[in-house]
């Protein structure tokens, strides 16, 4: 049995250059042109429901029963509580699993019409922008579940991101690890955080990040927020207003 791999259109360069890679459009030409001399086992990747494309070979396949699709074994795709997206296609974490004590694991999920390809595809990996996304969505995810009340809505404030990029990461199956360094409970029901992300895919480390940030409860931070804003918009209406006197 062949395995191959079946990824969203949007990586269509990925799929020119290497034999054993289709898009999904290309997937489906082929295997209703003709039946096939060799069973296929396929992998859907980034972008690719695995129902939908069994749907898809059960539909136009001229030897369906020589297709087989890999059930896919990821993890939900977290919601827009855990990922603060309001867009599925935007969120790219699945739900955070705790595999020991302050580790966690999720899978990524990149849509093939996510923000970070809509305009800009260079190559045949996810952007360097997409895997800090992801770090992102991460520590918001596994803080959400595992760190904050269900019922409250929390505001987060970065103070530090560093991430340091090992391999590219193209669009097939990876995943990330997440690891809690500290966490500190305040009062207000605000916690602060210092974690390592570790950006996995076939069994090699792709890309590291180093990320520090509390969550304020949204009640809390308002009115700081609004108050910072003030003393910005006040310093530098300051600055316009002597350089027109200046002038």
Known sequence: MKIVYVVNNRFVQFAEKHDAVFTVSSFIEMVSKEPLAARLNVMPGQGVDAAELSALVTRYAETPAMIEVSVSAKRPKATFFDAHKHKS?????????????????????????????????????IQGMGITEAARQAFLAVTEQFFLPRKTRHYF???????????????????????????????????????????????????????????????????????????????RTEQLTQAQLVA
């Open 157 to 235: 404030v970065i103070h530090r991101m560093e991430t340091e990029f090992k391999a590219f990461v193209f669009p097939i199956d990876a995943y990330a690890r997440y690891f809690v360094l500290s966490d500190k409970r305040r009062g207000k029901g605000n916690v602060s955080i210092d974690a390592r992300i570790e950006i996995w895919q076939a069994e090699s480390l792709c890309a590291i990040c180093h990320v520090s940030f509390t969550a304020f409860e949204v009640s809390w931070i308002n009115g700081r927020e609004h108050a910072a804003a003030t003393d910005v918009l006040a310093a």
């Open 89 to 125: 296609r935007n969120i790219v974490v699945s739900l955070a699993e705790k595999v020991a004590d302050q580790e966690f694991v999720m899978d990524l999920h990149f849509d093939g019409d996510n923000e970070f390809f809509d305009d800009h595809m260079s190559g045949q990996h």
